[in-house]
């Protein structure tokens, strides 16, 4: 089984990866762990594709959680049995991200990168709700859509991620 997910931050992504990779019994990898070092900086971009292209190659089964559509992103989307994307209101994201902060505030999440304490602040407000919502990255969703519409699953809710997550039970 591999499973890509996709979507807006704050949506859930990793959270979901975790159960999923849990009842599946497979390996998962947070992209974001991948994305930043140390005090939020960014990685190498080819040390990144490397290290995409590694778990690739060395899982026949996974999930993935993340977006970054410059890191082996059509050959995710391509490899996957399922991809899940999303699609949370701007405004469910950010209360869900700000929920997050008060859970993680002056930690590092399991699915961040060491070094990485939660953070919530205006630059990262701007994107939830703005930035991370351009034309291009939903033209990229549609297209999925329209090429795998076989294996896309497009959830808008929590309600809606619990109904898909009972649904793997049966």
């Known amino acids: 089984m591999k499973i890509a997910i996709i979507g807006y931050s704050g949506s859930g992504k990793s959270t979901l990866a975790e159960k999923l990779a849990r009842h599946y019994s497979i390996p ?4 974001d762990t991948l994305q930043f070092q140390p005090g939020w900086q960014d990685s190498d971009r080819d040390w990144m594709l490397n290290e995409m ?5 060395k899982n026949k089964n996974w999930v993935i959680d993340g977006n970054y559509s410059w890191c082996c992103y059509e050959e995710r989307m391509d490899e ?4 899940i994307f999303l699609n949370f209101s701007a405004w469910n994201c950010l209360l869900r991200a700000f929920k997050r ?5 002056g930690k590092v999440r399991e ?5 990485c304490p939660e953070q919530f602040n205006w630059e990262f407000i ?4 703005w930035n991370g919502r351009t034309k291009n990255a939903k033209d990229r969703y549609q297209y999925l859509n329209n090429t795998y519409p076989e294996k896309m699953h497009i959830l808008h809710s929590q309600a809606e991620i619990d109904c898909f997550l009972r649904s ?3």
Request: charged residues 30%; aromatic residues 14%.
């Open 28 to 31: 998962k990898l947070h992209m």
């Open 53 to 57: 292209k590694t778990f690739l190659v």
């Open 80 to 83: 996957a049995d399922q991809i």
């Open 101 to 105: 902060y008060l859970k993680y505030r």
């Open 111 to 115: 699915s961040m990168a060491k070094g």
């Open 126 to 129: 701007r994107w939830i709700l």
């Open 168 to 170: 793997l039970k049966k």
